[in-house]
């Protein structure tokens, strides 16, 4: 029997909300739903997803993962799994996935990983929800930190290293450069209406802005 205050219970359309640590998740959700996000006194200490019920939308904002100053590096594979296997849990409530990387460290951080012919967290990702059948935006964030001159480059790069063929502009419908500092979030507010449309959810709507 699920606890009363459960705010999941009876949610018909849930948006996952993953990324790694300190990439702007919370400040994305606040300013996509007007609602604020609890966010912990340093990252990685909190292992549960946080949630936000709108009517019968319901935003999961899970813990982020990546190296995380002062936190033992079981606890990050510790996360890992967690989000992992609420994805696979629910993975009939949840209708779209929200992964938010940092552009301006992203390649920098996979070079690393493939350094030690590990596959980074962030890709690992990408393609276990393409598996499982959740519909993913990629939202690349803080691109007020590229060169304008180079942005289309490092944006090639990055859909080349998630897994899709570029031009990045050709999956406009999955990846999304945002600027959350900036309040840039009209092609990420308008993809995922894009999403909330196709299942006939344009009620929805008004909680995303």
Not at 26 to 50: D, F
Not at 130 to 156: C, F, Q, R, Y
Not at 171 to 185: E, M
Request: net charge neutral; with cysteine; glycine share 6%.
């Amino acid at each position: 029997m699920k606890n009363k205050h459960d705010l999941t219970d009876g949610a018909e359309f849930e948006i996952v909300f993953v990324g790694r640590s300190n990439v702007g998740k919370s400040s994305i959700i606040r300013k996509l739903t007007g609602s604020k996000v609890r966010v912990g006194k340093r990252p990685g200490v909190t292992l549960k997803p946080i949630h936000i019920r709108l009517g019968d939308l319901l935003i999961t904002d899970m813990p982020g993962f990546g190296f995380m100053s002062g936190v033992k590096e079981r606890k990050q594979d510790i996360v890992k799994d967690k989000i992992v296997h609420y994805i696979e849990d629910n993975a009939d409530r949840i209708d779209l996935a929200i992964l938010v990387i940092d552009g301006s460290s992203f390649l920098e951080i996979v070079t690393r990983w493939e350094e030690r012919n590990e596959v980074p967290v962030d890709i690992e990702l990408f393609r276990f929800l393409t598996e499982v059948g959740v519909p993913v935006i990629l939202a690349i964030n803080k691109m007020d930190k590229i060169d304008k001159n180079m942005s289309n480059h490092v944006l090639d790069d990055i859909v080349e290293r998630i897994g899709l063929p570029p031009p990045w502009n050709m999956w406009q419908d999955v990846v999304v450069p945002v600027t959350a500092k900036g309040n840039d979030l009209k092609e990420l507010s308008s993809c995922i209406r894009q999403r909330m449309h196709l299942v006939k959810r344009d009620d929805l709507f008004r909680y995303i802005h």
